[in-house]
């Protein structure tokens, strides 16, 4: 069955800390993997994604995250927070071609000024 | 790209009464399509998803059910809701090895 554990389930950090969000999967097959930001009162929005290739990914404002296949892992990472940070984090796998697209339960971060 | 179009944002319904939740995708043929809850500590729940017309796939065995009458649309159906259906609901399409873009949401009252 495929799965995705965050256990993270709430971070409070201060400005300029450094992130890093863990997320890892079941799944024996070929994955795709994203994290998807969710700020206060709006929509889910893309980070960044993996499907192949350079196992490190850059995504939008900062953030970065490693596929490591013989951990099922695809930790969330960011140098230095800022307030803005503060939303909440999702990390999602998918199978081979997306037709089954599973969300982990969610990391709330918190930014303190 | 995809627009995803869901209606309505909100709904207030009466224990018992029936349910229908549509969602219409543009720009793309032939999507993955996934209907999912979300609750606060509990993400977002796979209720059902599609690869293609009339195919539906269940992920949580419940007073739900799903249906993909054309290609680009896809509809969350209950014939009596129960007051644990409460929830916001999205209806997400994604393409063969691309992101998942999702609706606005409906929040859905049980009362």
């Known amino acids: 069955a495929q799965s995705v554990s965050q256990h993270n389930h709430h971070v409070i950090l201060s400005e300029a800390a450094s992130l890093e969000l863990g997320c890892n999967y079941s799944y024996g097959g070929t994955v795709n993997l994203f994290w998807y930001v969710q700020y206060p009162g709006q929509h889910l929005q893309l980070l960044l994604k993996?499907?192949?290739?350079?196992?490190l990914v850059k995504g939008i404002k900062g953030f970065e995250a490693e596929f490591i296949k013989s951990k099922f892992s695809f930790n969330l990472r960011k140098p230095s927070v800022q307030w803005s940070d503060t939303a909440e984090y999702f990390c999602a796998v998918g199978d081979f071609g997306n037709e089954k697209l599973t969300f982990g339960t969610g990391t709330r971060l918190t930014i303190i000024p | 790209s995809q627009t995803i179009h869901q209606w309505p944002a909100t709904l207030v319904q009466p224990v018992g009464s029936p349910l229908s939740l549509e969602c219409t995708v543009e720009?793309?043929?032939?999507?993955?399509l996934y209907w999912y809850r979300q609750a606060a500590g509990r993400g977002l729940q796979l209720l059902f998803y599609?690869?293609?017309?009339?195919?539906i796939s269940s992920e949580v065995p419940q007073n739900l059910s799903a249906s993909r009458p054309q290609d680009r649309q896809f509809i969350l159906s209950s014939k009596k809701l129960l007051l644990s259906d409460s929830g916001f609901y999205l209806c997400?399409?994604?393409?063969?090895?691309?992101?998942?873009?999702f609706g606005q949401g409906t929040r859905l009252t049980v009362v």
């Open positions: 993996y499907f192949s290739g350079d196992p």
């Open positions: 997400a399409c994604a393409i063969r090895n691309t992101e998942a873009f």
């Open positions: 720009g793309t043929s032939n999507p993955n």
């Open positions: 599609s690869v293609g017309i009339g195919q």
